[in-house]
């Protein structure tokens, strides 16, 4: 969507929890290029309660009414109301900005809808490193992925994977491997934790290929993945300890990434892929 000079482009965000209002802050604060068209939230009192104190004039709007005021739609909410959110947004031609990534997987017949709209869909960073690098080992052949997640316990229960298991994470002692497989099926057992290994998916080799092992450790204080590609270009390993946000299963530099994201669209100079 191309930016006419002098004009900014208006963002809706949808889910006004650690993410969402880290990013309505920001853009409350001033990103040239940018402005607050308004947020969405389940509770739509206590969302306005909460810009309210943050002295954020936004309104809070219905989830489908986000795409008719926004050219850019951020998407931060529980991975059962993505695809509400997501339809509106490429309906209306929008630039889409998903969190949850792994939402998307298991809605991927948006992409199509989306090249026939015009609509974009872009997905941050997010609490990765090294997206760019996956991205241009892609482009030649990459032979394998393998990420390893591992968090405090935390992070971690509730998730529906352990909840179908009826696996606790209360109390232990030690390092536990609580799952091995496919970065799809962890997406969809783990959606509100592992959104960055379906980011990494799409960067890299597809959610079949890419594998994913998801740790449970109460040694640890920080939310940390290594992710390890062997490409015929480069082989590469890379680590990251991202510090949880308000929200343990999130971590900071995620709304941090979404920030980042939505200056590229109006930057002048972009680095990077």
Not at 82 to 98: C, H, Q
Not at 202 to 218: C, K, S, V
């Amino acid at each position: 969507m191309p930016r006419k000079r002098g004009k900014r482009l208006t963002v809706g965000i949808a889910g006004l929890g650690a993410i969402g209002m880290a990013v309505a802050k920001r853009l409350a604060a001033g990103i040239p290029g940018l402005k607050l068209a308004a947020v969405s939230a389940r509770d739509a009192k206590a969302a306005a309660k909460r810009l309210k104190a943050a002295g954020i004039k936004a309104p809070v709007v219905a989830l489908p009414e986000l795409a008719r005021r926004a050219d850019i739609v951020v998407e931060c909410l529980p991975a059962a109301q993505f695809r509400a959110v997501a339809e509106a947004a490429i309906k209306r031609r929008r630039i889409l900005v998903p969190l949850s990534v792994g939402a998307l997987l298991a809605n991927f017949d948006l992409v199509e809808r989306a090249k026939k709209t015009g609509a974009r869909i872009i997905v941050p960073t997010g609490a990765l490193i090294g997206l760019d690098a996956v991205r241009a080992a892609a482009e030649g052949e990459i032979r394998s992925v393998r990420m390893v997640t591992r968090k405090p316990p935390a992070g971690l229960e509730g998730a529906p994977y352990l909840a179908a298991r009826d696996i606790s994470l209360a109390g232990i002692t030690a390092p536990r491997k609580v799952f091995e497989g496919s970065a799809r099926d962890g997406a969809a057992g783990f959606p509100a934790n592992v959104n960055v290994a379906a980011a990494l998916s799409l960067a890299g080799i597809g959610p079949d290929r890419t594998t994913l092992e998801i740790w449970a450790d109460p040694n640890l204080t920080r939310n940390t993945h290594t992710i390890e590609v062997d490409a015929d270009s480069a082989r590469f390993s890379m680590k990251i300890e991202n510090v949880p946000s308000e929200n343990p299963k999130t971590g900071r530099i995620t709304a941090l990434s979404v920030i980042a994201c939505l200056k590229g669209l109006v930057a002048t100079l972009r680095v990077g892929s």
